[in-house]
T-cell receptor, first 111, second 118 residues
Framework: QKEVEQDPGPLSVPEGAIVSLNCTYS??????FMWYRQYSRKGPELLMY????GNKEDGRFTAQVDKSSKYISLFIRDSQPSDSATYLC???????????FGTGTQLKVEL | GAVVSQHPSWVICKSGTSVKIECRSL??????MFWYRQFPKQSLMLMAT?????????EQGVEKDKFLINHASLTLSTLTVTSAHPEDSSFYIC??????????????FGSGTQLSVL
C-alpha cells in the first residue's frame, strides 16, 4: 500500500462546476499538507499549505484536512478552463522536509 | 512566493555524454534543495537531498556516481547526469526550502528540465 493514495483521474467537469480532489494517507506522522498544481511539462506550483487538521480558504480554493480519517481535500469553486492541470497532494512531518507526493489527479475543465 | 529558476528547460543529448542541470533560488537563500524525477503521468520521485556545503543524501536505488549533485552556494545546486543513456530520459525537477529542514517551511519548485537521451 502506498503511503499516499490519489485517484489519477482524468476528471472532466464543465466550466463553473465545483471540483473536489482528494488524497488519503497512512502515515500518522504527517503534519503538513500541501496541494500543488502542475501544468504539462512544468514544475509544480504551490496552491495551498495547511498545518494539521482544519480548513483553509484562498480565493476559489479551499483545502480541508481531517487527520482522524487521514483524508485531505481540495475544493475548487467556479472552475475555469485555466484550472485544467494535474493536482498533486503532498505531505510530510515537517513542511520543508522530504515530502511524500500523491500520483496527481488530472483535471480538465471544459467550456 | 519564492522563485526557483531551473535551466535548461529541455535538453537532447547523445548516449554517453553528460548533462548538467542548474537550480537557483532567486530571491532567497536555500540551505536545502531537493532533486526529483518524474515519468509521464506519475508522481515526483525524490532522488536526493542537497545541503549547502555538504554531500548530498541520495534516496535508496539512486546511483550517486550517476547523478552528481553539487550545492556549492546558498543559491545554486547542480545535478549532473553522467554518461547518460536512453533510460535516463525523464523530467527532472528541483525544489528549494528556505530554512534548514525546520517544520513549517514551504517548498518551491523549479520549472523542470526534460532530458531526452538519444
Amino acid at each position: 500500500q502506498k503511503e499516499v493514495e490519489q485517484d489519477p483521474g482524468p476528471l472532466s467537469v464543465p466550466e463553473g462546476a465545483i471540483v473536489s480532489l482528494n488524497c488519503t494517507y497512512s502515515n500518522s506522522a504527517f503534519q503538513y499538507f500541501m496541494w500543488y498544481r502542475q501544468y504539462s511539462r512544468k514544475g509544480p506550483e504551490l496552491l495551498m499549505y495547511t498545518y494539521s487538521s482544519g480548513n483553509k480558504e484562498d480565493g476559489r480554493f479551499t483545502a480541508q484536512v481531517d487527520k482522524s480519517s487521514k483524508y485531505i481535500s481540495l475544493f475548487i469553486r467556479d472552475s475555469q478552463p485555466s484550472d485544467s492541470a494535474t493536482y498533486l497532494c503532498a505531505m510530510g512531518p515537517g513542511g520543508g522536509n522530504k515530502l511524500t507526493f500523491g500520483t496527481g489527479t488530472q483535471l480538465k475543465v471544459e467550456l | 512566493g519564492a522563485v526557483v529558476s531551473q535551466h535548461p528547460s529541455w535538453v537532447i543529448c547523445k548516449s554517453g555524454t553528460s548533462v548538467k542541470i542548474e537550480c537557483r533560488s532567486l530571491d532567497f537563500q536555500a540551505t536545502t534543495m531537493f532533486w526529483y524525477r518524474q515519468f509521464p503521468k506519475q508522481s515526483l520521485m525524490l532522488m536526493a537531498t542537497s545541503n549547502e556545503g555538504s554531500k548530498a543524501t541520495y534516496e535508496q536505488g539512486v546511483e550517486k556516481d550517476k547523478f552528481l549533485i553539487n550545492h556549492a552556494s546558498l543559491t545554486l545546486s547542480t545535478l549532473t547526469v553522467t554518461s547518460a543513456h536512453p533510460e535516463d530520459s525523464s523530467f527532472y525537477i528541483c525544489s528549494a526550502s528556505a530554512g534548514q529542514g525546520k517544520t513549517g517551511e514551504k517548498l518551491f519548485f523549479g520549472s523542470g528540465t526534460q532530458l531526452s537521451v538519444l
